[in-house]
C-alpha cells in the first residue's frame, strides 16, 4: 500500500512563504497526475494545484502568481510554493496522487496524503 508522506506546513504571517514537500513511501515507478488540494474549516475540499509527468501545470485562481507546483519525476516528489501567503490560505493541504504505476500494474484510484496545517496570522 503506497502513502504519501507531506511536509512543510506550519504557522506564517501574512506576506510570508511556505514550502510543501510530499513523497511516497512504498513501490511506486510511475506517477501520472500530482496535486495539492486544501480544506479549510466548514468548507469543501478544493484543488489548489496539479502538475502532470511531463510538467503541465494547473492552478486555482485564488493562487496564481503567488503558488508554484513542481515535481522531482527522479524523486516521485511533489513540492508547493506558497508565496504572499493570506489568512484565507489558512487549511489543512492535502498532497494527492491521481494515477501511479508500481512497474508491474497501473493503479487508478486517488492516493491522499495524511494532510499538513497551514496556519496564515492577519
Known amino acids: 500500500q503506497v502513502q504519501l508522506v507531506e511536509s512543510g506546513g506550519g504557522l506564517v504571517q501574512a506576506g510570508g512563504s511556505l514550502r510543501l514537500s510530499c513523497a511516497p513511501s512504498?513501490?511506486?515507478?510511475?506517477?501520472?497526475?500530482m496535486g495539492w488540494y486544501r480544506q479549510a474549516p466548514g468548507k469543501q475540499r478544493e484543488l489548489v494545484a496539479s502538475?502532470?509527468?511531463?510538467?503541465?501545470?494547473n492552478y486555482a485562481d485564488s493562487v496564481k502568481g503567488r503558488f508554484t507546483i513542481s515535481r522531482d519525476n527522479a524523486r516521485n516528489a511533489v513540492h508547493l510554493q506558497m508565496n504572499s501567503l493570506k489568512p484565507e490560505d489558512t487549511a489543512v493541504y492535502y498532497c494527492n496522487v491521481d494515477g501511479y504505476s508500481d512497474g508491474v500494474n497501473y493503479y487508478t484510484a486517488p492516493v491522499w496524503g495524511q494532510g499538513t496545517l497551514v496556519t496564515v496570522s492577519s
Open positions: 512504498g513501490s511506486i515507478f510511475r506517477i501520472n497526475l
Open positions: 502538475i502532470t509527468r511531463g510538467g503541465s501545470t
